[in-house]
Protein backbone atom coordinates (compact mmCIF):
# COMPACT_ATOMS: atom_id res chain seq x y z
CA UNK A 1 0.00 0.00 0.00
CA UNK A 2 1.28 3.37 -1.23
CA UNK A 3 1.89 6.61 1.10
CA UNK A 4 -1.39 8.23 -0.03
CA UNK A 5 -3.58 4.74 0.13
CA UNK A 6 -2.25 4.90 3.74
CA UNK A 7 -2.85 8.39 4.36
CA UNK A 8 -6.99 8.60 2.99
CA UNK A 9 -7.15 5.22 4.80
CA UNK A 10 -6.55 6.78 7.82
CA UNK A 11 -8.30 9.67 6.98
CA UNK A 12 -11.44 7.87 6.29
CA UNK A 13 -11.28 6.08 9.38
CA UNK A 14 -12.96 9.19 11.62
CA UNK A 15 -16.33 8.37 12.11
CA UNK A 16 -17.79 11.78 11.31
CA UNK A 17 -16.14 11.30 7.90
CA UNK A 18 -17.38 8.30 7.58
CA UNK A 19 -20.87 9.11 8.23
CA UNK A 20 -20.50 12.47 6.03
CA UNK A 21 -19.58 10.25 3.30
CA UNK A 22 -22.32 7.85 3.37
CA UNK A 23 -25.15 10.45 4.35
CA UNK A 24 -24.06 12.45 1.17
CA UNK A 25 -23.94 9.37 -0.95
CA UNK A 26 -26.80 7.43 0.32
CA UNK A 27 -29.41 10.09 2.08
CA UNK A 28 -28.24 13.36 -0.67
CA UNK A 29 -26.60 14.82 2.74
CA UNK A 30 -29.66 14.29 5.05
CA UNK A 31 -28.53 13.39 8.37
CA UNK A 32 -29.97 9.66 8.97
CA UNK A 33 -25.69 8.03 10.11
CA UNK A 34 -24.84 8.93 13.50
CA UNK A 35 -21.20 9.01 13.67
CA UNK A 36 -21.51 7.59 17.32
CA UNK A 37 -23.54 4.59 16.19
CA UNK A 38 -21.02 3.60 14.04
CA UNK A 39 -18.26 0.66 15.22
CA UNK A 40 -15.02 -0.57 13.67
CA UNK A 41 -14.93 -3.89 12.52
CA UNK A 42 -12.35 -6.04 11.04
CA UNK A 43 -11.33 -5.00 7.70
CA UNK A 44 -10.66 -8.49 6.88
CA UNK A 45 -13.59 -10.60 5.02
CA UNK A 46 -13.28 -14.55 5.13
CA UNK A 47 -15.88 -16.54 2.91
CA UNK A 48 -15.86 -20.01 3.98
CA UNK A 49 -16.28 -22.52 1.38
CA UNK A 50 -19.48 -24.93 2.08
CA UNK A 51 -19.88 -28.78 2.37
CA UNK A 52 -18.28 -31.28 4.02
CA UNK A 53 -15.66 -31.96 1.40
CA UNK A 54 -14.27 -28.07 1.26
CA UNK A 55 -10.15 -27.46 1.87
CA UNK A 56 -9.04 -24.71 3.64
CA UNK A 57 -7.02 -23.51 0.52
CA UNK A 58 -10.74 -22.62 -1.00
CA UNK A 59 -10.86 -20.46 1.81
CA UNK A 60 -11.03 -16.47 0.70
CA UNK A 61 -9.68 -13.96 2.67
CA UNK A 62 -9.58 -10.10 1.29
CA UNK A 63 -9.11 -6.87 3.39
CA UNK A 64 -11.23 -4.10 3.18
CA UNK A 65 -9.59 -0.48 3.55
CA UNK A 66 -11.99 0.77 6.13
CA UNK A 67 -15.30 -1.07 7.25
CA UNK A 68 -17.71 -0.46 9.84
CA UNK A 69 -21.33 -1.09 11.14
CA UNK A 70 -24.00 0.85 11.22
CA UNK A 71 -26.46 -0.28 14.64
CA UNK A 72 -29.60 2.18 13.87
CA UNK A 73 -33.14 1.89 15.55
CA UNK A 74 -36.00 2.00 12.84
CA UNK A 75 -39.57 1.32 14.20
CA UNK A 76 -37.92 0.90 17.92
CA UNK A 77 -35.97 -2.28 16.06
CA UNK A 78 -32.48 -2.54 15.32
CA UNK A 79 -31.27 -1.82 11.92
CA UNK A 80 -27.76 -3.15 11.08
CA UNK A 81 -25.67 -1.78 7.83
CA UNK A 82 -22.23 -3.05 6.93
CA UNK A 83 -20.63 -0.23 5.15
CA UNK A 84 -17.58 -0.34 3.63
CA UNK A 85 -14.94 2.01 1.73
CA UNK A 86 -12.16 1.59 -0.63
CA UNK A 87 -9.66 4.49 -1.27
CA UNK A 88 -8.21 4.96 -4.69
CA UNK A 89 -5.89 6.99 -5.84
CA UNK A 90 -5.20 5.47 -9.13
CA UNK A 91 -7.91 3.68 -11.37
CA UNK A 92 -8.79 0.00 -10.61
CA UNK A 93 -9.63 -2.09 -13.95
CA UNK A 94 -11.01 -4.48 -11.83
CA UNK A 95 -12.69 -2.28 -9.31
CA UNK A 96 -16.16 -4.43 -10.03
CA UNK A 97 -15.02 -7.47 -9.30
CA UNK A 98 -12.75 -6.45 -6.31
CA UNK A 99 -15.65 -5.19 -4.54
CA UNK A 100 -17.97 -7.91 -5.63
CA UNK A 101 -15.40 -10.25 -4.05
CA UNK A 102 -15.57 -8.26 -0.80
CA UNK A 103 -19.27 -8.28 -0.38
CA UNK A 104 -19.64 -11.44 -1.14
CA UNK A 105 -17.56 -12.69 1.55
CA UNK A 106 -19.02 -10.52 3.93
CA UNK A 107 -22.46 -12.18 2.97
CA UNK A 108 -20.46 -15.91 3.37
CA UNK A 109 -19.73 -14.39 6.71
CA UNK A 110 -23.09 -13.30 8.37
CA UNK A 111 -24.32 -17.06 7.07
CA UNK A 112 -21.58 -18.80 8.60
CA UNK A 113 -21.99 -17.08 11.68
CA UNK A 114 -25.80 -17.63 11.44
CA UNK A 115 -25.13 -21.40 10.64
CA UNK A 116 -23.36 -21.70 14.00
CA UNK A 117 -25.39 -20.11 16.42
CA UNK A 118 -28.20 -21.80 14.70
CA UNK A 119 -26.53 -25.42 15.42
CA UNK A 120 -25.95 -24.84 18.76
CA UNK A 121 -29.69 -23.76 19.32
CA UNK A 122 -30.52 -27.16 17.87
CA UNK A 123 -29.08 -28.87 20.71
CA UNK A 124 -31.38 -27.45 23.37
CA UNK A 125 -34.41 -30.14 23.50
CA UNK A 126 -36.38 -27.11 24.34
CA UNK A 127 -35.92 -25.58 20.73
CA UNK A 128 -38.11 -26.90 18.19
CA UNK A 129 -35.83 -28.91 15.20
CA UNK A 130 -35.20 -27.32 12.10
CA UNK A 131 -36.10 -29.00 9.09
CA UNK A 132 -33.60 -31.36 6.84
CA UNK A 133 -33.41 -28.29 4.02
CA UNK A 134 -32.39 -25.32 7.33
CA UNK A 135 -30.68 -27.97 9.06
CA UNK A 136 -28.02 -29.09 5.54
CA UNK A 137 -27.22 -25.15 5.09
CA UNK A 138 -27.37 -23.91 8.41
CA UNK A 139 -29.42 -20.60 7.47
CA UNK A 140 -33.15 -20.87 8.58
CA UNK A 141 -35.97 -19.89 6.50
CA UNK A 142 -36.68 -16.87 8.97
CA UNK A 143 -33.19 -15.51 9.04
CA UNK A 144 -32.13 -12.52 6.92
CA UNK A 145 -28.48 -10.98 5.83
CA UNK A 146 -27.95 -7.20 6.82
CA UNK A 147 -27.25 -5.27 3.55
CA UNK A 148 -23.43 -4.65 2.97
CA UNK A 149 -22.92 -1.33 0.80
CA UNK A 150 -19.04 -0.73 -0.33
CA UNK A 151 -18.41 2.99 -1.77
CA UNK A 152 -15.06 3.44 -3.97
CA UNK A 153 -13.57 7.09 -3.51
CA UNK A 154 -11.60 7.88 -6.04
CA UNK A 155 -9.56 10.80 -5.19
CA UNK A 156 -8.10 12.12 -7.96
CA UNK A 157 -8.75 15.09 -9.70
CA UNK A 158 -9.18 13.30 -12.39
CA UNK A 159 -12.18 11.32 -14.32
CA UNK A 160 -12.64 7.54 -13.74
CA UNK A 161 -11.98 5.37 -16.88
CA UNK A 162 -12.39 2.18 -15.80
CA UNK A 163 -15.49 -0.02 -15.74
CA UNK A 164 -18.40 0.27 -13.09
CA UNK A 165 -19.69 -3.07 -13.56
CA UNK A 166 -19.15 -6.43 -14.25
CA UNK A 167 -21.14 -6.08 -17.51
CA UNK A 168 -18.72 -3.70 -18.47
CA UNK A 169 -15.64 -5.86 -18.03
CA UNK A 170 -17.45 -8.79 -20.45
CA UNK A 171 -16.25 -9.96 -23.58
CA UNK A 172 -19.77 -9.85 -24.82
CA UNK A 173 -22.44 -7.10 -25.39
CA UNK A 174 -25.42 -9.67 -26.51
CA UNK A 175 -27.96 -8.55 -24.59
CA UNK A 176 -29.03 -12.24 -24.64
CA UNK A 177 -26.21 -13.48 -22.75
CA UNK A 178 -26.17 -10.73 -20.64
CA UNK A 179 -30.24 -10.81 -19.27
CA UNK A 180 -28.90 -14.23 -17.96
CA UNK A 181 -25.06 -12.90 -15.73
CA UNK A 182 -25.91 -11.25 -12.80
CA UNK A 183 -24.49 -7.67 -12.82
CA UNK A 184 -22.58 -6.11 -10.32
CA UNK A 185 -22.20 -1.88 -9.84
CA UNK A 186 -19.54 -0.42 -8.62
CA UNK A 187 -20.78 3.30 -6.14
CA UNK A 188 -18.52 5.15 -7.04
CA UNK A 189 -17.26 8.90 -5.22
CA UNK A 190 -15.08 11.58 -7.56
CA UNK A 191 -13.89 15.03 -6.66
CA UNK A 192 -14.82 15.88 -10.23
CA UNK A 193 -18.21 13.90 -10.11
CA UNK A 194 -19.18 15.76 -7.22
CA UNK A 195 -21.28 19.55 -8.63
CA UNK A 196 -20.43 22.86 -7.43
CA UNK A 197 -23.98 22.69 -5.23
CA UNK A 198 -23.66 19.60 -4.03
CA UNK A 199 -20.49 20.51 -2.06
CA UNK A 200 -22.86 22.12 0.51
CA UNK A 201 -24.01 18.65 1.52
CA UNK A 202 -21.04 17.54 3.60
CA UNK A 203 -21.33 18.32 7.11
CA UNK A 204 -17.27 17.94 7.51
CA UNK A 205 -14.18 18.74 5.69
CA UNK A 206 -14.56 16.82 3.47
CA UNK A 207 -16.39 18.81 1.31
CA UNK A 208 -12.96 21.20 1.22
CA UNK A 209 -11.04 17.78 0.33
CA UNK A 210 -12.84 17.10 -2.21
CA UNK A 211 -13.50 20.43 -4.09
CA UNK A 212 -9.24 21.22 -3.45
CA UNK A 213 -8.97 18.11 -5.60
CA UNK A 214 -11.52 18.57 -8.07
CA UNK A 215 -9.63 22.19 -9.17
CA UNK A 216 -6.38 20.93 -8.31
CA UNK A 217 -5.19 21.70 -11.92
CA UNK A 218 -7.48 24.76 -12.44
CA UNK A 219 -5.31 27.26 -10.27
CA UNK A 220 -7.19 30.38 -11.09
CA UNK A 221 -10.52 28.36 -10.30
CA UNK A 222 -9.25 27.08 -7.37
CA UNK A 223 -8.21 30.39 -5.79
CA UNK A 224 -11.35 31.41 -6.30
CA UNK A 225 -13.34 28.51 -4.78
CA UNK A 226 -10.58 29.18 -1.65
CA UNK A 227 -11.47 32.67 -1.32
CA UNK A 228 -15.07 32.33 -1.26
CA UNK A 229 -15.17 29.43 2.03
CA UNK A 230 -14.12 30.60 4.93
CA UNK A 231 -13.86 27.35 6.13
CA UNK A 232 -10.22 27.21 3.93
CA UNK A 233 -9.33 29.41 6.62
CA UNK A 234 -8.85 27.15 9.45
CA UNK A 235 -8.71 23.58 7.96
CA UNK A 236 -7.68 20.84 9.67
CA UNK A 237 -4.10 19.40 9.50
CA UNK A 238 -5.23 15.92 8.48
CA UNK A 239 -7.39 17.54 5.44
CA UNK A 240 -4.55 19.44 4.59
CA UNK A 241 -2.23 16.04 4.62
CA UNK A 242 -4.49 14.48 2.62
CA UNK A 243 -4.60 17.48 -0.46
CA UNK A 244 -0.75 17.57 -0.05
CA UNK A 245 -0.25 13.64 -0.84
CA UNK A 246 -2.91 13.09 -3.05
CA UNK A 247 -3.24 16.63 -5.02
CA UNK A 248 1.12 17.25 -4.80
CA UNK A 249 -0.28 20.25 -3.71
CA UNK A 250 2.98 21.37 -1.29
CA UNK A 251 0.77 23.59 1.46
CA UNK A 252 3.09 24.25 4.04
CA UNK A 253 2.10 23.14 7.98
CA UNK A 254 3.21 25.06 10.12
CA UNK A 255 5.13 23.29 13.64
CA UNK A 256 2.61 21.74 15.89
CA UNK A 257 -0.22 23.60 14.02
CA UNK A 258 -3.78 21.40 14.02
CA UNK A 259 -5.32 24.05 11.87
CA UNK A 260 -3.91 25.61 8.51
CA UNK A 261 -4.96 29.06 6.66
CA UNK A 262 -5.65 27.71 3.24
CA UNK A 263 -6.06 31.35 1.78
CA UNK A 264 -2.82 32.84 2.94
CA UNK A 265 -1.12 29.57 2.11
CA UNK A 266 -2.07 29.86 -1.31
CA UNK A 267 -0.95 33.09 -1.27
CA UNK A 268 2.48 32.90 -0.32
CA UNK A 269 2.46 29.73 -2.66
CA UNK A 270 2.03 32.56 -5.43
CA UNK A 271 4.35 34.60 -3.97
CA UNK A 272 7.24 32.32 -4.16
CA UNK A 273 5.97 31.14 -7.66
CA UNK A 274 6.51 34.69 -8.82
CA UNK A 275 9.88 34.77 -6.95
CA UNK A 276 11.15 31.94 -8.79
CA UNK A 277 9.60 33.30 -11.73
CA UNK A 278 11.40 36.80 -10.99
CA UNK A 279 15.06 34.96 -10.19
CA UNK A 280 14.92 32.63 -13.62
CA UNK A 281 14.29 35.86 -15.32
CA UNK A 282 17.34 37.53 -13.86
CA UNK A 283 19.67 34.42 -13.43
CA UNK A 284 18.99 34.47 -17.52
CA UNK A 285 19.68 38.00 -17.74
CA UNK A 286 23.10 37.37 -15.89
CA UNK A 287 23.99 34.64 -17.84
CA UNK A 288 23.44 36.19 -21.26
CA UNK A 289 25.88 39.27 -20.40
CA UNK A 290 28.30 36.98 -18.92
CA UNK A 291 28.13 35.11 -22.36
CA UNK A 292 27.58 37.96 -24.88
CA UNK A 293 29.69 40.82 -23.19
CA UNK A 294 32.07 38.54 -21.16
CA UNK A 295 31.04 39.88 -17.97
CA UNK A 296 32.39 38.34 -14.84
CA UNK A 297 29.03 37.22 -12.72
CA UNK A 298 29.99 40.46 -9.95
CA UNK A 299 30.08 42.80 -13.23
CA UNK A 300 27.06 41.37 -14.98
CA UNK A 301 24.85 41.43 -11.58
CA UNK A 302 26.11 45.37 -11.03
CA UNK A 303 25.14 46.15 -14.23
CA UNK A 304 21.64 45.14 -14.02
CA UNK A 305 21.87 46.78 -10.13
CA UNK A 306 20.96 43.84 -8.42
CA UNK A 307 21.25 44.14 -4.64
CA UNK A 308 24.02 42.90 -2.33
CA UNK A 309 21.85 40.38 -0.88
CA UNK A 310 20.09 39.27 -4.08
CA UNK A 311 24.47 39.01 -5.66
CA UNK A 312 25.21 36.62 -2.91
CA UNK A 313 21.75 34.32 -3.68
CA UNK A 314 22.20 34.29 -7.13
CA UNK A 315 26.19 33.50 -7.20
CA UNK A 316 25.21 29.81 -5.12
CA UNK A 317 22.79 29.39 -8.30
CA UNK A 318 25.48 30.37 -11.47
Given at each position: ?????????????????????????????????????LR?????????????????????????????????????????????????????????????????????????????????????????????????????????????????????????DG????????????????????????????????????FE??????????????????????????????????????????????????????????????????????????????????????????????????????????????????????
Amino acid sequence: MGAADSKTNEYMSDNNRFADLFNYYLYDGEQVIDPDNLRELDPSAVALPYGDGAKSSDVIQKYRDVFKLLAAMEDDNAEYLLLGVEDQTHVHYAMPVKDMLYDAAQYAKQIEQTAKINRAKSKDPLVSKPCSDEFLSGFYKEDKLHPVITLVVYWSPDEWDGPLSIHEMLSTTDERILKHVPDYRINLITPRGIDDKDFEKFRTSLAEAFQFIKYSKDKEKLAEVIAQDADYEHLDRRTVEVINEVAKAGIQIPQGAEEVNMCIAIQEMQKEAATKATDKTLLDSIRNLMDTLKLTAQQAMDALKISADDQKRFSQML
